[in-house]
């Protein structure tokens, strides 16, 4: 990627005039291509106290803060607008400044995050990797002064190659990152959550040889319930590449021009819920060596059920969002073992991720406690559908989170968008997005939150044929006032293939509690979960649910005085332990399901 040349001008004020400022800084270069796979590798970790510039008026780009030297304001020889003084402002890496700090609370807009590393200098040939777990909504990472990656996306990660503009005794790495939401991004301005910034998941360095392993992939072959598996390097060079699984066979890929796969005549003991079979793989190429912890399993749909290892499984599942009344968008592995401690008490076996990529590690954990996920990219309500970059946006966030999460055997759903008006180009943008989640990974199933056809009152939605699953959100007994109009609609329903009610649920305030006929009231919530559930259970052709949602959520659209920000559906409070009523009815509901 090349850094935009300085448009050079006597005139101090040229910056002052020039609204293209922007311009060739927009191309994103760091994508699902550039990634690299990480299962294993030694990292250097950047967490930690980051200096950090507030940048509402992106003067950084405007001004090219990340051209200028570092001389300290003693030595300045003019005047800037910017300081890079260690003692000014400093930013936790990883973390949410909304969070941080109170006046960032409801900041939306650019940062500069700056730090000086030091890199051992790379042996021949050997590359040095800067690896962001995600920034929100789109990142730039200059080092030295020059532009080497800009990604978008706010929930995946990213990764650029610091190589060519490493210097001899200090390198100063700069990384813009701009919250601000727009039509055009995925998701576009307008959605149901809060809008977290900053460097939010882990920051890191990785050195790889110069043929590294850029994806590995291993699993089952739906076809023929073999293991297969695949490998790509970051050079078109042919040679064995070798894959040992412990307690399995070794087997030997022939990679030739970069690209190497193979299927195994073995019969690995499956993963399941029941029992969440891991096996430890070891991957080597020339001087690369990476590994991954996999469980092999299939997952698959036969006319309106869902079969895991053969077996029907029905999804007692609880969506979650990735929030935190004290870290915003940023986890823990602390935070994500809790988070499951209590799907697990609710008797829940799945999980709807909602509505982005969530931190790799919820997928790792989910692997080792037999948890099924659903994950999704945020196709949200009004995307900016008949763009083709919003498109190249959301193919590519769909591409990266496949690339990340395609070994975890908890993933069995790719969700591709939710609650979005039909239109033709949806349609189009949508249906394309489905085939590209099965052209990269035939092994899962596709599902996106579908509305249903008002006209007819069914269950019907051009895109389902794209779709593996048909997801339903519906709130009937709350934001739809006659619940009795659920059994009509289905009752009038005929649907080809698995229905998934991906959302249902009420507000409700811990503690607020009254008649069941009033609303905000846990009696209300506990009421409506009961109702759905005993109609819901009642259908063949729904192969599951994902009540909305775990614990209560920040939402800035929710601005009522028993909500004051936070969107309470949550059958637990934000402070992740009150449990409201309707918990408890939906956990007996859930023992009461016989099959899994
Ligand atoms: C919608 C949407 C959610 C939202 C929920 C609600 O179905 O998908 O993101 O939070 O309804 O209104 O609470």
């Known amino acids: 990627m090349t850094t935009p040349e300085h448009k050079a001008s006597t005139d101090p004020y040229a910056h002052l005039h020039d609204e293209s400022f922007a311009s060739g800084f927009d191309a994103p270069s760091a994508t699902a291509e550039t990634m690299v796979f990480m299962g294993g590798r030694t990292v250097q970790p950047l967490d930690g106290n980051w200096g950090f510039v507030l940048d509402p008026f992106e003067e950084g780009l405007r001004q090219r803060w990340f051209d200028y030297d570092a001389r300290p304001l003693s030595e300045w020889d003019m005047p800037r ?220 749909r036969e006319g309106t059920r869902l079969l895991l290892n053969g077996a029907p499984v029905y999804f007692k599942g609880i969506c979650v969002h990735e929030d935190d009344a004290e870290r915003g968008k940023a986890t823990s592995e602390a935070d994500i073992r809790r988070r499951f401690a209590d799907v697990k008490a609710l008797g829940a076996n799945a999980v709807r991720l909602a509505h982005y990529p969530h931190h790799e590690k919820v997928a790792e954990i989910a692997d080792e406690l037999g948890i099924l996920l659903w994950e999704e990219i945020p196709v949200y309500w009004a995307i900016d559908f008949a763009n083709p970059e919003t498109y190249a946006d959301a193919a590519n966030q769909l591409s990266e989170l496949i690339r990340r999460d395609r070994n975890r055997a908890s993933v069995v759903i790719w969700g591709v968008g939710n609650e979005n008006a039909d239109s033709n180009a949806r349609l189009s943008f949508m249906s394309r997005l489905a085939e590209l989640a099965r052209a990269l990974d035939p092994t899962r199933l596709t599902a996106a939150a579908c509305l249903i056809n008002r006209t007819e009152f069914r269950v019907e939605d051009r895109l389902a044929e794209h779709l593996d699953i048909i997801g339903l959100n519906e709130y009937f007994g709350w934001y739809e006032k006659d619940f009795a109009d659920f059994e009509k609609l289905l009752d009038n329903s005929f649907p080809d293939r698995p229905v998934v009610i991906s959302e249902t649920g009420a507000d409700a305030v811990a503690g607020c509690h009254g008649p069941d006929t009033e609303l905000f009231t846990e009696e209300r919530q506990a009421l409506l979960m009961g109702m759905q559930m005993d109609t819901i259970g009642a259908r063949d052709y729904i192969a599951g649910v994902f009540p909305w949602i775990l614990y209560d959520f920040r939402s800035l659209r929710r601005q009522t005085s028993v909500q004051r920000g936070w969107n309470r559906k949550g059958l637990i409070a934000e402070d992740k332990s009150t449990r409201k009523r309707a918990f408890e009815v939906l956990a007996e509901r859930y023992a009461g399901i016989a099959h899994d």
């Open 81 to 300: 607008d910017y300081d890079f003084s260690p003692d000014w402002r400093a930013m936790p890496v990883p973390a949410c400044w909304n969070t941080v700090e109170p006046e960032l609370f409801h900041y939306e807009g650019a940062v500069w995050y700056w730090r000086d590393i030091d890199i051992a200098p790379p042996a021949d040939g050997e590359r040095v990797i800067l690896r962001v777990g995600a920034a929100n909504y789109l990142a730039r990472a200059f080092l030295n002064g020059q532009l080497l990656g800009m990604h978008k996306g706010g929930s995946t990660p990213f990764f650029v190659d610091l190589t060519p503009a490493l210097g001899a005794d200090r390198n100063r790495l700069l990384i813009e990152v701009d919250s601000t939401r727009r039509l055009e991004q995925v998701p576009m301005s307008h959605f149901d959550w809060f809008n977290y910034g900053g460097l939010y998941r882990e920051v890191s360095l990785i050195m790889v040889p110069a043929t590294h392993i850029v994806d590995f992939g291993i699993g089952l072959d739906p076809a023929t319930g073999r293991v297969r598996t695949d490998i790509a390097l970051s050079k078109a060079v042919s040679g064995p590449a070798e894959v040992a699984i412990a307690g399995g066979p070794t087997l030997t890929l022939d990679v030739v021009k970069g690209r190497g796969q193979a299927l195994v005549d073995w019969r690995p003991e499956l993963w399941s819920p029941e029992s969440p079979r891991l096996y430890d793989v070891a991957v080597r190429f020339g001087d690369d060596r990476v590994s991954d912890r996999v469980g092999f399993r299939a997952f698959a």
